[in-house]
């Protein structure tokens, strides 16, 4: 059971890594993106500059669907459903300095890890 989950969890990283590179390549003022994980499990991405600004469109998706689950429909991924929030940084990454203050511009103080 544990193998099944294991590899469900790499497909899903797998995923969401791919999402991230793409969301990159269309973003060259990107030096991160903001991941945004959902309890319903659709996910938020977008891309931010140097200054913590959106760098990109937000991308709203879910693994295997064709579409976001109808409750994100309703209230576009509302942050009371957070489960996760983090940013995936481009090598080199920047500063831990710059890193923490973009991501308290971003994410805020309450983050979940």
């Known amino acids: 059971m544990k193998e099944k989950k294991s590899k469900k969890v790499q497909q899903v990283e797998k995923r969401e ?28 991405m977008a891309a931010i500059s140097k200054e913590g600004e959106p760098a990109s469109k937000i991308i709203m998706y879910r693994d ?29 990454a920047p500063s831990e300095q710059l890193q923490q203050e973009i991501s308290l511009k971003v994410l805020g103080s309450n983050t979940t890890n």
């Not at 991230?20 to 938020?44: A, F, T």
């Not at 976001?68 to 009371?80: L, P, T, Y």
């Open 17 to 44: 890594r791919a999402m991230i590179e793409g969301i990159l390549e269309g973003s060259p003022d990107g030096i991160g993106v903001v991941v945004v994980r959902l309890e319903c499990g659709c996910r938020k």
């Open 64 to 92: 295997q669907a064709n579409a976001i689950c109808a409750k994100c429909k309703e209230d576009h991924g509302s942050f009371v459903r957070v489960t996760e929030s983090f940013i995936h940084w481009v090598e080199p």
